[in-house]
Structures are given as structure tokens and as C-alpha cells.
């Protein structure tokens, strides 16, 4: 009789199982098939096991290489060292203990496979590219993290949800740049800096909610969220950077708000749906090349945006 433990149902889960079979108690070798060992004649009980393979390891050097592995940091690590490991294919999922502080530069980049990461309360600093080119699907950052280092998660493509927390004060450079499946995301009040290009091309992003007192929108932020449809800009904002929202397509309404001053080149550039848009008068340059469905309706107002007359109105 053949008895199977059910198979997890779950990829990552059913990736770091692996087969063992018994037969009267005794395991049968990887290198014997049933048939060999002599099971498959009537009688004989044979049970399919499928255990975890979990490994305790501080860097990649205590792993071994050969299967899918679930990786505990040893509860006596107080930081995650550069390049620990760097491009571990077989790396599905890590439990980081509470012992950790820092998570440094290139911790984990390029681990392809790496869908799940826990992340503890103890962390406060996750350095440049930590988990740059990782397939993890969720992030939560814990509330005692304060920084979050440039392209920590660039090219996180499976990326969908990440929940920041209140002690952040600032997102760096291209933090989630081309995170392609992120469709939305909360910046917390305790943030006043977003950085260039922080989530460039993110292509799936449709809504973004920014609670904290920005100054500043930088270069490229939003270049290529071509699912963003409406952006809230807040009050406090006087810049808006070079390429700021460059490229997304299916931007159709923005409202700039009074304290605006600069807006730089291309801000605005290929916003092809873009039809209302709400102008301070302090502005006195355009940077709405290529707003297709604005066009008319832009160069009909032309002389009067220039010099300030209509500016300050919702231009439809």
C-alpha cells in the first residue's frame, strides 16, 4: 500500500519539501527507486514523506547549494553582512530573529527565488540593494526601521504589497524602481523625502497616498507608472522635479497645489490621457509635451498660461 502526505499546496512550501520514502521503518536510499528496493510487490507498505529542508545560516558560505532551502539567522547576529547572500538561488524564504539591526548593502541581492522575508522590530537600517533583484511577493517594514537605503528593492518584480511604518523619514533613490507588479502604496507622515526615481517604472502602480509634509517631488519619481490615473499632490510641495511623472500613461488628473514654484523639464512629458490640470500662477513654464488629450485645449490657452492669466484655473 502506498500512502502519500498530502502535497503543500502552496509553491514556495511545496519547493522546500523533499521526498522521503519508508518502507518498514527503514529509509530508502536517494539513489533506489521502488521498483529496485524490491516495494513494488503486494504486501509491501510503503509511506511518501515530504520533509522541510531548513538550514540556521549566518551567510552563504553555511548553506549547501544543491535544494530549496528555508534560511534561519542564528539568534546571536546582530547585523546581516554585505553580500551575505549574494545571488543564493536556492534561497526561498528567510526568518531574520530579533537579534538584528542592520541589514547592509547587497545583503541578499540578487537571490531570484527569495519570495518570503520576515523582518524584525529590532531592525532599524536596511542598506543599498539589500534585496535588489528578489522575487519576494510582500514586505512589511517593521516601525523601528528609520532608513531605507537607495534600490533596496529595485527589480522586485513580484512585489505587491509593502506596508512602510512611522519612523521612516525618507525613501531613497530608486528604493522601488521597476517593481512591476506594486498597484499601490502609503507613504507615512514620518517621511518628508522621496528620492529620484524611487518608483520608476512601476508599471502596475494605480494608487498613491502621501500622508507626510513633502517639499519635494524629485527626478523621475513616478516616470512610467503608466497605471497611475490621479496623483494628490500635497500642500507642502514647492518643487516638482525633471521627469517627474514622465511617461504615465494613464494620468488623467492632477492638481498642483499654490506653494508650487518650479516645475522642471519633461515633468510631464507623454502624459497621453492627461485632461484637467490645476496650475499655480507662480509657474511660468509649460513642460506638457505630448499630453495628447490636452493638447487642444493647451494651445487654445497658450499666450494666457505663459504669462499667468489663466493660470490658477482647471484648464478642460
Known amino acids: 500500500m502506498l500512502v502519500a502526505h498530502k502535497h503543500p499546496e502552496d509553491l514556495t512550501e511545496r519547493k522546500l519539501c523533499c521526498v522521503k520514502v519508508l518502507a518498514g521503518g527503514l529509509l530508502v536510499d536517494d539513489d533506489q527507486t521502488l521498483e529496485s528496493a524490491g516495494l513494488m510487490c503486494a504486501g509491501c507498505d510503503v509511506m511518501v514523506m515530504y520533509t522541510r529542508r531548513e538550514v540556521e545560516a549566518a551567510t552563504r558560505d553555511d548553506i549547501h547549494e544543491e535544494d530549496f532551502l528555508h534560511v534561519t539567522i542564528p539568534s546571536h547576529i546582530t547585523e546581516i553582512e554585505h553580500l551575505a547572500f549574494e545571488i543564493c538561488q536556492n534561497v526561498l524564504t528567510v526568518t531574520i530573529p530579533e537579534s538584528v539591526t542592520i541589514i547592509h548593502q547587497d545583503a541578499f541581492v540578487q537571490c531570484e527565488n527569495l519570495a518570503r522575508v520576515s523582518l524584525p ?15 519576494l511577493e510582500s514586505v512589511t517594514v517593521p516601525e523601528s526601521v528609520e532608513f531605507i537605503g537607495d534600490m533596496a528593492f529595485l527589480k522586485c518584480v513580484s512585489l505587491r504589497n509593502i506596508a512602510l511604518r512611522g519612523s521612516l523619514t525618507l525613501i531613497s533613490n530608486r528604493t522601488f524602481e521597476e517593481c512591476e507588479s506594486l498597484t499601490s502604496i502609503t507613504i507615512p507622515a514620518s517621511v518628508s523625502f522621496i528620492g529620484a526615481a524611487a518608483f520608476r517604472e512601476c508599471t502596475s502602480l494605480e494608487n498613491i497616498s502621501i500622508c507626510g509634509p513633502l517639499t519635494r517631488i524629485s527626478r523621475a519619481t513616478f516616470h512610467g507608472c503608466e497605471s497611475l490615473t490621479h496623483m494628490a499632490i500635497p500642500a507642502s510641495v514647492t518643487v516638482i522635479g525633471q521627469g517627474a511623472f514622465q511617461g504615465c500613461l494613464s494620468l488623467e488628473r492632477v492638481i498642483i497645489p499654490e506653494c508650487v ?6 515633468a510631464f512629458r507623454n502624459c497621453e490621457s492627461l485632461s484637467e490640470i490645476t496650475i499655480p500662477w507662480r509657474v511660468l513654464y509649460n513642460h506638457w509635451s505630448r499630453c495628447l488629450s490636452w493638447l487642444q485645449v493647451f494651445e487654445k490657452h497658450l499666450y494666457a498660461y505663459i504669462f499667468g492669466v489663466r493660470c490658477g484655473r482647471s484648464f478642460r
Not at 514654484?261 to 519633461?266: F, K, L, P, Y
Open 121 to 135: 522590530e529590532s531592525l532599524t537600517i536596511i542598506g543599498p540593494a539589500a534585496f535588489c533583484g528578489c522575487r
Open 261 to 266: 514654484t518650479v516645475i522642471g523639464n519633461d
